[in-house]
């Protein structure tokens, strides 16, 4: 159950199989408590995605987009530390590009005030 200090962000890598970064503008502060990702296409081979707060990791948010049932699959993360963000800050999405196949990864981020 959430409560009213929840919110919720989104945003996609477009291809999760081509090492490349995005990021997602964050309206308010607060720590981030859960990732979720959900991928589009059927990939081969394992991308690891990340996640980066001014250019720091955060702990435990980190992601294996495995090949298995690729295709719609969701996967989740609870981050557990450096997860705070700054009103007017960025979250960095990062994947190794290590998987083939071409196939958007769309990205939610849970945050609580």
Same mark, same amino acid.
């Given at each position: 159950?959430?409560?009213?200090?929840?919110?919720?962000?989104?945003?996609? &890598?477009?291809?999760?199989?081509?090492?490349?970064?995005?990021?997602?503008?964050?309206?308010?502060?607060?720590? &981030?408590?859960?990732? &979720?990702?959900?991928?589009?296409?059927?990939?081969? $081979?394992?991308?690891?995605?990340?996640?980066?707060?001014?250019?720091?990791?955060?702990?435990? $948010?980190?992601?294996?987009?495995?090949?298995?049932?690729?295709?719609?699959?969701?996967?989740?993360?609870?981050?557990?530390?450096?997860?705070?963000?700054?009103?007017?800050?960025?979250?960095?999405?990062?994947?190794?590009?290590?998987?083939?196949?071409?196939?958007?990864?769309?990205?939610?981020?849970?945050?609580?005030?």
């Amino acid at each position: 159950m959430r409560t009213l200090n929840d919110y919720f962000i989104t945003s996609a &890598i477009p291809d999760v199989s081509t090492a490349s970064s995005t990021f997602v503008c964050v309206p308010d502060g607060g720590r &981030i408590i859960k990732i &979720i990702t959900h991928n589009k296409a059927t990939t081969t $081979g394992t991308a690891a995605i990340s996640f980066e707060i001014g250019g720091v990791a955060v702990t435990g $948010g980190g992601i294996s987009h495995t090949a298995s049932g690729s295709a719609g699959r969701v996967a989740t993360a609870e981050p557990t530390a450096l997860n705070r963000v700054e009103e007017d800050g960025t979250i960095e999405c990062i994947t190794n590009g290590g998987s083939s196949t071409a196939s958007k990864l769309e990205i939610t981020f849970i945050i609580r005030r």
